[in-house]
């Protein structure tokens, strides 16, 4: 009697974890495909707070946190002034298109508050999008143009043209992965 309890629990731990494995892959986002990759950078406040949310997305591949839109060269987070936290995202057009991909970046921002978002305040937390493409800019400023027609206020993320993105130091990267515990209350806690 104990064998066959021991192995109808054993074979009931392994369809569990098969199940929950399964269940855990059915939620990946799906990644780019080796085919053609295209990158879109935004500045959403906290690049931690903007790299969560766009990984989440079907075709997003590893979001990266930087800098972008200052003079000074290779910025650090102890020293970026003129910069703003941006994040550049490799994504697949052929999944996700970049008018997707801004519409849904405008929609987890405060596009109305240009003095930084939620808890973070000052120039470096301000908003943005930097286009790579005069498509892009398009597609950017058509997604700004919905937004101010949905809101019926004037939406203060400006469209830049990228000049360099700088790639912020190792500890910020998939932050929110990392040290989930105090992201969340981070995120939280505004």
Not at 45 to 55: H, I, K, Q, R, T
Not at 123 to 142: G, H, L
């Amino acid at each position: 009697m104990n064998l066959l309890r021991s192995t109808i629990t054993a074979i009931t731990g392994v369809l569990a974890l098969a199940a929950g494995a399964t269940s855990l892959a059915a939620q990946q986002p799906e990644q780019p495909g080796k085919g053609r990759t295209e990158t879109a950078v935004f500045a959403g406040g906290c690049f931690w707070c903007v790299e969560a949310d766009l990984e989440k997305l079907d075709g997003v591949g590893d979001v990266v946190s930087g800098y972008s839109g200052g003079d000074l060269q290779n910025p650090t987070y102890e020293n970026h002034e003129g910069h703003i936290e941006v994040v550049e995202a490799p994504f697949d057009p052929d999944i996700i298109s970049y008018r997707e991909l801004t519409d849904y970046f405008l929609r987890h921002i405060d596009v109305l508050d240009d003095g930084g978002q939620f808890c973070d305040r000052g120039y470096t937390y301000t908003t943005a999008i930097f286009y790579n493409s005069e498509d892009q800019r398009k597609d950017a400023e058509a997604a700004i143009s919905a937004a101010e027609a949905e809101l019926g206020k004037a939406v203060v993320t400006p469209v830049r043209a990228l000049d360099k993105f700088w790639i912020a130091e190792g500890y910020h990267q998939d932050y929110y992965k990392r040290n989930k515990l105090r992201y969340r209350y981070y995120r939280t806690s505004c």
